[in-house]
């Protein structure tokens, strides 16, 4: 897991040092965040499609009593269907941010919850490695800077793939640059 730093302002002076922003642009730069099928619209459409499912078949049943067991069993079930997808988009919120400069490469990770986690390391001695055989398929991780930390994790396995051979290309064109 790449390292917690803490975001008040002099809570660790020497870390916030290290991860000042740097002057000089970036080599290669990448964000990566989770792919998001549903827009807002989308999933108040698709909620309002499910209410809809759900009152046709219950209609002939409005002026009796019976109307209540499947109606409660209706609500609960378009709540924890609208719960999910609030879930879903809070979860969504996450992005890696990948950097690399000839004599640094940096990931930060910014969760959901608003924590941020950093780890680089001297692009000369960072691997990337594939875990073909691990779950999920293509498993990428990175190592370097005495941590090895996960990468990219809500990425398909192709698109992994793709990352680790930008990422290694960048290494290869900023260790000749540099």
Not at 16 to 41: C, E, I, K, M, Q
Not at 106 to 115: K, L, N, Q, W
Not at 136 to 162: D, H, M, Q, W
Request: aromatic letters at 8%; a negative charge; proline letters at 7%.
């Amino acid at each position: 897991m790449p390292e917690e730093r803490d975001n008040a302002a002099g809570a660790d002076a020497p870390a916030a040092d290290v991860w000042a922003a740097r002057s000089d642009p970036p080599f290669y730069a990448v964000d990566l965040w989770p792919h998001r099928s549903l827009s807002g619209t989308g999933k108040k459409r698709f909620l309002w499609l499910m209410t809809g499912g759900f009152a046709l078949p219950l209609l002939p049943l409005v002026t009796t009593k019976v109307i209540w067991i499947p109606l409660l069993f209706a609500l609960a079930t378009l709540g924890a269907v609208a719960w999910a997808l609030t879930r879903n988009t809070a979860d969504g919120r996450l992005v890696e941010q990948v950097r690399l400069w000839p004599d640094e490469m940096r990931v930060e990770r910014i969760e959901p919850s608003g924590r941020v986690l950093r780890w680089s390391a001297d692009p000369y001695w960072v691997r990337l490695i594939i875990h073909e055989d691990g779950r999920p398929e293509n498993y990428l991780t990175v190592k370097g800077g005495g941590r090895e930390i996960e990468l990219g994790a809500f990425l398909s396995p192709e698109e992994r793939l793709e990352l680790a051979a930008e990422i290694e290309n960048a290494i290869r064109r900023s260790a000749r640059a540099g």
